[in-house]
């Protein structure tokens, strides 16, 4: 494994090999670089300069003698970076590796109604309440749509904040139509009802080849009362053109269902406790 840092002079672009703790040789690329910088388009001067595997400089390497810098030429290396951090890479990656590369992505829940004013907000707010007091904010990303785009852009509807309210629950969403993208970037779509549920598909079955989506994505889409324990209703009836008693029973469903969801996401994945 080789240490190699960058330095830059008002006479041109150096770097030094470390091979041992105690041994340092200072290559001098000047030459090397009068040759080739024209063709390479590379600065050799730059007070700001950073190596990285994309670097110009690593087509240099060629250029360089086999027998007199080998180490040079060695697939695995560390680069020092301005912070004096060490990066460790491959010469047979574009990217290098970071911790951020072994992270664990959260698990992605999306809630969708029709209009993504009423019922799905109230599931997103529900939900995230639950997961806040299980302490696993950090875990999931939650998020809500409809199926029409026709409240774009709005808050959810004042009486569902408001019942929300009354059980300690803010709702802060934006209404957004679902989209391509969300097949990609969820594990788990959930529909209010039934009819969401067709229309969700049907979006799916136009935007497959279109946006080349998974073929298997539709397999995400679960009705959100599947995972109701005390309830038997089988959808989320839909209040907007009902009175106050409509929206309790949307809350009292989406507690249920809820509590029941994040059960279920946590023992099909291990890996979300165990990140």
Known sequence: MVLIHTTCSPFGFSINEVSTPTVVSRISFNSVCSKVAARLNLPLCHPNLVLSLS??????????PKTQYPSLRNPNFVLSSPSGSLIKASMSSSTPLTDSATEIKPFSVLFVCLGNICRSPAAEGVFRGIVKKRDLDSKFNIDSAGTINYHEGNPADPRMRAASKKRGMEITSISRPIRPSDFRDF????????QNREDIMEAFNRWKERDGLPADAYKKVKLMCSYCKKHDESEVPDPYYGGPQGFEKVLD???????????????????????
């Open 55 to 64: 670097s110009p400089f690593f087509s240099l390497l060629r250029f360089i």
């Open 253 to 275: 469903l989406l507690e249920d269902a809820c509590e029941s969801l994040l059960d279920s996401i946590l023992a099909e994945n291990d890996r979300i406790l165990q990140s």
């Open 187 to 194: 594990d788990i779509i959930l529909a209010m009802d039934k």
